[in-house]
């Protein structure tokens, strides 16, 4: 099978097609997947250049790629709930007991696997396992987000932001986001309430007593936000890990978020995206001979939404 493959770290010039790449087998527990699409995230260029060397380190060749949809080709043992040819979405990442997902096959772990939303083509699902269940631990399970509190989600046009925006309006919060100007009209359609441009505004500047923010950008944007925050507020950050300095000086509380995807949190967001709560925007679609160009366009190229590879045609 055809897989998009690196035999060691580096740019999105070390990305190879290896056409001739076995056909994964499963184990107890895990699903083989017929890829149809598998969405990009900053993490898969992360493992590419090797920022995750310690934590997890690769064995070479390793496929890329975590996010997937796609079909059920074969049931390992131990797994109920799913039969060849349902169409499943979730992640395969080799950092998560999977394959890899920029592959025409995957194996993946029943426990980060969920039914696709049906209302859904395979491309916009492959784009929401990272980004979605990242945007409903934060707001769900760490804020406990609800009716008429409010949040400020740093970068609403990227990936997890722009699912934050609409997974925060649909608990009934005011949402006020920070995007560079020429997204300003694409967070409003979402349904942000405010949209600060973050080149140009201090967003310190005009948001005040708020009761959490979500933080997808890190660096000196998660040291000014405590400022926005009223006391008891709630901040949580994809990047940063807390910091209790901070924490005792505004008197709030600080999480640093690693996203566990699995398959109750799939499973509610495919209800949220059947409601039409969620949309999914993919910006851009590449082939799985252009894995390399894919990653080099999310990390550099300011994509609004998801750059996801389209694998198989639905
Ligand atoms: N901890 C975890 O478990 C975990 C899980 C998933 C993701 N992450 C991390 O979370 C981050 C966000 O992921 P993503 O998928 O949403 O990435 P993404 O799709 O690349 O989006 C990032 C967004 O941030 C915006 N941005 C950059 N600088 C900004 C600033 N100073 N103020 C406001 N917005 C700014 C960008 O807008 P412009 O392009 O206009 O600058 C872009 O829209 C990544 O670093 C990723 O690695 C962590």
């Known amino acids: 099978m055809k897989a998009a493959q690196i035999n060691n770290y580096g740019g999105s010039e070390v990305v190879k097609i290896n056409e001739n790449a076995p056909k994964p087998t499963v184990s107890q527990g895990q699903l083989?997947?017929?890829v149809y699409a598998a969405g990009v995230n900053p993490?898969?260029?992360?493992i590419r250049e090797g920022y995750m060397r310690q934590m997890a380190p690769l064995k070479f060749p390793a496929t890329l790629g975590g996010d997937y949809s796609g079909v059920v080709a074969e049931?390992?043992?131990g797994v109920p709930g799913f039969k060849k040819g349902?169409?499943?979405?979730?992640?395969?990442?080799?950092?998560?007991g999977g394959s890899g997902s920029f592959a025409e096959f995957a194996s993946a772990d029943v426990n980060t696997t969920a039914h696709k939303p049906k209302n859904t083509g395979?491309?916009?699902?492959?784009?929401?396992?990272?980004t979605g269940v990242s945007a409903w631990q934060a707001l769900v399970n760490h804020i406990g987000l609800s009716r008429d509190e409010k949040i400020l989600v740093h970068g609403g046009a990227g990936g997890i932001g722009s699912i934050a925006i609409q997974l925060a309006r649909y608990l009934g919060a005011y949402v006020a986001t920070t995007v560079s100007a020429k997204d300003i009209p694409y967070v409003k359609e979402l349904g942000a309430d405010e949209a600060i441009d973050y080149k140009n505004q201090p967003f310190e500047d005009i948001v005040h007593d708020y009761d959490a923010v979500y933080d997808t950008v890190g660096g000196e944007t998660y040291v000014r936000?405590?400022?926005?925050?009223?006391k008891g507020g709630i901040i949580v950050s994809m990047l940063e890990q807390p910091r209790s300095d901070l924490m005792e000086q505004y008197k709030v509380n600080a999480i640093g978020q690693f996203t566990q995807v699995n398959s109750e949190r799939l499973s509610k967001l495919a209800e949220l995206v059947?409601?039409?709560a969620i949309k999914v925007h993919v910006e851009r679609t590449f082939p799985l001979e252009q894995a390399g160009e894919a990653l080099s366009f999310l990390q550099k190229g300011h994509p609004r939404g998801k750059v996801v590879l389209r694998i198989k045609e639905d």
């Open 274 to 276: 059947e409601k039409h």
């Open 32 to 34: 083989l997947v017929e």
């Open 225 to 230: 936000s405590f400022k926005v925050l009223k």
């Open 75 to 77: 049931v390992g043992e």
């Open 122 to 130: 395979h491309v916009e699902a492959a784009a929401l396992p990272l």
């Open 43 to 46: 993490v898969d260029w992360k």
């Open 86 to 96: 349902d169409e499943v979405y979730g992640q395969a990442s080799i950092t998560r």
